[in-house]
T-cell receptor, first 118, second 113 residues
């Protein structure tokens, strides 16, 4: 039972480089999210998706893009990395509103991806 | 402005002792309040979810309380263990459409021998 899986765990990028953080969940959840966590700050929502083919901006979407071609996968794309994007990124999912929901709306988080832009 | 404030920011206690973490929120309209435990280098893991009508909920040695009138919640940890050392995050969900959450900045707890 893998839950939410993120890769890579750690990555160092140079300014202007691009990369994709991968996220997959095996719980058939409809909602998926990307958060960033900066030191001393609460998690901030970057983008979220309510289902395959549907994505929407969160609080801090600038500099990021997402796609949701399948229920399982929700990759986060950084096109032109900037030092301000140095952070820890968490992918999450839950089954809000689904008929098969049995755990309320507990959100399950991945293990995090540590990204440094230099 | 919808905010979630936690106190204390950090706390050090001896193993076996009890402690209480506080969460005050201004989120409105309110749907539910969650406490998460985040171990260093890991993702947050849910401890409890409390709705408007729930005053107390326990999960093992963790007991959460909610006063929806004063918009305050607490997380009480009994007989602390070294493994309780972590950041404890209070998260409030907004009522209405979508799944908007506001996260507190967390209380960093360290349990020492």
């Amino acid at each position: 039972n893998a839950g939410v899986t993120q890769t890579p765990k750690f990555r160092i990028l140079k300014i202007g480089q691009s990369m994709t953080l991968q996220c997959t969940q095996d719980m058939n959840h409809n909602y998926m999210y990307w958060y960033r966590q900066d030191p001393g700050m609460g998690l901030k929502l970057i983008y979220y998706s309510v289902g395959a083919g549907i994505t929407d901006k969160g609080e801090v979407p600038n500099g990021y893009n997402v796609s949701r071609s399948t229920t399982e996968d929700f990759p986060l794309r950084l096109e032109l990395a900037a030092p301000s994007q140095t952070s820890v990124y968490f992918c999450a999912s839950n089954d809000l509103g689904q008929r098969t929901s049995t755990r309320g709306n507990t959100i399950y988080f991945g293990e995090g991806s540590w990204l440094t832009v230099v | 402005k919808n905010q979630v404030e936690q106190s204390p920011q950090s706390l050090i206690i001896l193993e076996g002792k009890n402690c209480t973490l506080q969460c005050n929120y201004t989120v409105s309209p309110f749907s539910n309040l969650r406490w998460y435990k985040q171990d260093t280098g890991r993702g947050p893991v849910s401890l409890t979810i409390m709705t408007f009508s729930e005053n107390t909920k326990s999960n093992g040695r963790y007991t959460a309380t909610l006063d929806a009138d004063t918009k305050q919640s607490s997380l009480h940890i009994t007989a602390s263990q070294l493994s309780d050392s972590a950041s404890y995050i209070c998260v409030v969900r907004h009522a209405g459409g979508g799944n908007k959450l506001t996260f507190g900045t967390g209380t960093q707890l360290k349990v020492e021998l």
